[in-house]
């Protein structure tokens, strides 16, 4: 993982991101942890840093041998379903997305978008606590 993008997980964790990331480590970022929690919180985090993740996606994608649309709807919890993998697709390749997010019209994503974009929001949060688990 960049550490610019660990860094934003940790920023965003706030001063207890240690004891967090070992949390995370050990139960899952669907356990609730400060700051991806909510949707607004978790879609935001993604629109903020989308290039990194969507860069870090691509690279484990490639490393496992699959395409990043595939790899992306293969979460635990995304259903593999055309509407998941078209909205996988809409949040990784348009780039216009962190903009529809951050503006008045954000009702122009859609729930799918939405969920999406949570599940790599905690996916980043899955990984940096891997990490800091591998280093400590």
Partial sequence: ???????????RLGEDFETDLEDVANHGANSGFT???????T????ADNRDMIVKH?????????????????????????FETREAVASVLYDRTWPNRWNSDNSDDVTDDECSVANA?????????????????
């Fill in 1 to 11: 993982m960049n550490a610019t993008l660990y860094n934003a997980v940790t920023e």
């Fill in 35 to 41: 700051g991806f929690i909510y949707t607004r919180e």
């Fill in 43 to 46: 879609c935001g985090f993604f």
């Fill in 57 to 81: 996606v691509r690279d484990m994608a490639e490393y496992l041998g699959e395409d990043s649309v595939s790899f992306v709807a293969g979460f635990r919890c995304l259903t593999d379903d």
């Fill in 120 to 136: 790599l929001a905690w996916f980043t949060l899955e990984e940096a606590a891997q990490e800091y688990a591998d280093n400590n």
